[in-house]
């Protein structure tokens, strides 16, 4: 008879804000490596759509600040991945990872990262996330992000202007 192989299920990213991240009690079980608890739910993984708006490169690691519009978490990862450092400041990213604490902070451990090039993916998570049935969920404010955009564009057609005259 062949052997049955067992697979195990991979836990599900929620769609959550940040500052519901950094509100909630950060725990840990025998049976995982950490999670928050909103409501009965243990989350440990999260899916975030939000703009980096810093991002650091080392030799052995990469890292990395998330704004979702709610608040800001650092992405941490501790060896250098080629899909991570293709991003930079002011891209708009969906992100699917791990949450960890260390030393009373919350930070994730990012599984994919990808651009997100159309910016109405935003407002459709906003409005995923607004009904949702999660406790203490912030109104997200999409300023920060627009005002990042319109910067990031504005550097664009001036980098473009440069290279017509050249």
């Known amino acids: 008879m062949p052997e049955e192989t067992t697979f195990q299920k991979r836990q599900v990213a929620y769609k959550v804000p940040v500052s519901l ?3 909630s009690q950060f725990s840990k079980d025998e049976l995982s ?3 928050i608890q909103i409501n009965e739910l243990k989350i ?3 899916n975030i759509i939000g703009t980096i708006i810093y ?3 080392k030799a052995s690691s990469w890292s990395a600040t998330l704004d979702d519009g709610t608040g800001r978490i650092n992405l941490r990862t501790f060896e250098q991945n080629p899909l991570f450092l293709n991003n930079e400041v002011g891209d708009l990213v969906l ?3 791990r949450i ?4 009373n902070e919350k930070y994730i ?3 994919v990262i990808k651009k997100v090039e159309n910016i109405k993916w935003f407002d ?3 409005e995923e996330i607004s009904k949702s049935n999660f406790q203490n969920v912030v109104e997200i404010k999409n300023e920060a992000v627009e005002e990042i955009i319109e910067q990031k564009t504005t550097q664009t057609d001036d980098i473009f202007g440069i290279i017509k005259s050249l």
Do not use: L, Q
């Open 100 to 103: 960890r604490e260390f030393s």
């Open 109 to 111: 451990i990012p599984e």
């Open 33 to 35: 490596a950490g999670f």
């Open 124 to 126: 459709v998570r906003k």
């Open 44 to 46: 440990s993984r999260v």
């Open 55 to 57: 991002t650091s490169d």
């Open 21 to 23: 991240i950094i509100e």
């Open 95 to 97: 992100m699917v990872g």
